[in-house]
């Protein structure tokens, strides 16, 4: 089949699902297509800049990790939002002519441009994902951007829908409370990962170890994203901070980049606290080559928001510490790792103590890898299609 997807920015370099979704249908033979602006995400670019270089791109047809990508100029970016317009989406889209057409992100510009666009493509079966989670709600602007949407746009999506997919059980409540679609029309199905490509390198790892200045004896925590306030990190740092007063083998593995200013402020609360030898913070690395910084840690630890990376670590055999807001708990319902009650650096504390447990690790990192198993790319992409009866 045809598949094509449809995303304001794609940056396949740093992974996520619509890269890797593209990715496993490629590979199972399907002729895919991402649709994209010839931008990357500000926000993602910002923190990403040495692995992504310039934030613009010229138009054109790429392959970029393994993936067909076409795109397209960006007019502008819409002011609040910052959605882009994207020039000619519907003209390409028509010209590719594909069976499916997966629509991420659901409010914004382009998806209803795509719902629109509809009419005219019946034979087309059209899905539209989203991936919006309580936690990530804020400001007013943002309820009064939901409740326009909800009154005036929602039901264009959703009559325009062959299916609308949910990646967590709380985006299935947000799509029903915030945006006015039936309960009875959305599928849950998780982001997924590779995990062929994710897999413990115990030599990999040992050499990051020994990059870091870790011994082989000490116990990793490991934290992979952006490094901005709202990931939480000076959580995990002050509570790191705390544990290794009692646990001296006990490290700490930062990789990402992120708002200059806080990364300072990290770094300075790093060095009154004389924990140069115990924490490291490394830059961002490209997705692909990301498990051999996992294989170097022992437990992942993402102190808010419910990051795809998570997944990817566990893969690599390590249970994880997560927030009781991530939005995504269903991620550790396996005895994969633990829960801590938000923002309570006391709480996140103990759990990161409970893991200095060897035993604890093991068990909870064996069942983290059993369960990524069930959520390769490969089978969430069956899963999605099968969505739609096909």
């Known amino acids: 089949m045809k598949i094509v997807h449809v995303i304001d920015y794609f940056s396949p370099m740093l992974g996520y699902q619509e890269a890797g979704l593209a990715k496993a249908q490629t590979r199972q033979g399907h002729s895919v297509y991402v649709v994209t602006g010839n931008k990357f995400c500000n926000n993602f670019y910002s923190a990403n800049k040495e692995l992504l270089g310039g934030r613009e791109m010229k138009e054109g047809l790429y392959v970029e990790n393994e993936i067909r990508v076409w795109r397209l100029p960006v007019v502008f970016e819409l002011p609040i939002s910052h959605n882009p317009v994207i020039k000619g989406l519907e003209k390409k889209i028509l010209e590719l002519r594909p069976d499916i057409v997966f629509v991420h992100e659901i409010v914004n510009i382009n998806a209803l441009r795509l719902a629109f666009l509809r009419r005219r493509m019946p034979k087309t079966k059209f899905v539209f994902d989203d991936h919006m989670t309580y936690d990530v709600t804020r400001g007013s602007w943002t309820k009064l951007l939901y409740a326009v949407f909800k009154i005036f746009f929602s039901k264009h999506i959703a009559k325009s829908a062959d299916a609308l997919v949910a990646v967590t059980n709380q985006t299935k409540d947000f799509m029903v409370r915030m945006y006015g679609l039936h309960e009875s029309d959305i599928f849950v199905i998780p982001l997924g990962c590779d995990a062929n490509a994710f897999k413990r390198d115990e030599a990999a790892g040992t050499q990051v170890r020994n990059d870091c200045g870790f011994s082989e004896r000490d116990v990793v925590f490991i934290y992979a994203g952006k490094i901005i306030p709202k990931k939480g990190v000076h959580l995990l740092v002050d509570a790191f901070i705390r544990l290794s007063h009692k646990h001296a083998r006990a490290k700490l593995l930062l990789i990402g980049g992120g708002d200059p200013n806080y990364l300072q402020s990290l770094k300075s609360v790093i060095s009154s606290n004389s924990m140069g030898n115990s924490i490291a913070i490394l830059k961002p690395v490209a997705n692909k080559i990301l498990y051999r910084f996992f294989s170097a840690g022992n437990v992942g630890v993402w ?30 319902s396996h005895q994969n ?19 200095m447990d060897e ?27 099968s969505a739609i009866g096909t």
Not at 303 to 313: D, H, Q
Request: glycine residues 8%; negative net charge; charged residues 30%.
């Open 359 to 385: 035993a604890v690790r093991n068990r909870m990192g064996s069942n983290a890898r059993r369960y990524v198993e069930l959520l390769d790319w490969s089978l969430i992409s069956d899963r999605t299609l």
């Open 337 to 355: 790792g633990f829960r801590y009650i938000d923002g309570d650096v006391n709480d996140l504390e103990n759990k990161m103590r409970l893991m």
């Open 303 to 332: 102190p808010e928001g419910c990051s795809i990376a998570a997944l990817e670590a566990m893969s690599c055999g390590l249970p994880v510490i997560l927030s009781d807001k991530s939005g995504a708990l269903e991620r550790i």
